[in-house]
């Protein structure tokens, strides 16, 4: 498996991470009744975003040929899949907790 590759799939899961966070940050922190709280979990899944590029980017930047790639491998996935488990993990938990 690529380096490229690696990081793709490891963007997947942190935005099911993201996602599982923001849900958790809702539920128990803030109630998600405005527009902060969308916010707020747009701000939680880009800085896990920011930290994913740098800690790829000290444990391969030399290893790829194009450094920008590190930026983009993965982009698109994560922020589908971050706002997909946000509304799903929402879901179920206020299913269960809410009603």
């Not at 990081?7 to 996602?19: D, H, K, M, P, V």
Request: proline fraction near 2%; glycine fraction near 6%.
């Amino acid at each position: 498996m690529g380096i490229l590759t690696r990081i793709y799939w490891a963007r997947f899961l942190l935005g099911i991470l993201a996602g599982f966070i923001c849900t958790l940050y809702n539920v128990f922190v803030e109630q998600p009744t405005d527009f902060f709280s969308f916010m707020t979990g747009i701000t939680f899944a880009l800085l896990i975003y920011l930290l994913s590029y740098y800690a790829f980017k000290s444990a391969y930047f030399t290893k790829v040929e194009n450094p920008i790639k590190l930026v983009t491998a993965g982009i698109g996935i994560y922020f589908i899949t971050w706002i997909v488990c946000w509304t799903l993990f929402w879901t179920i938990c206020h299913a269960l907790l809410f009603t």
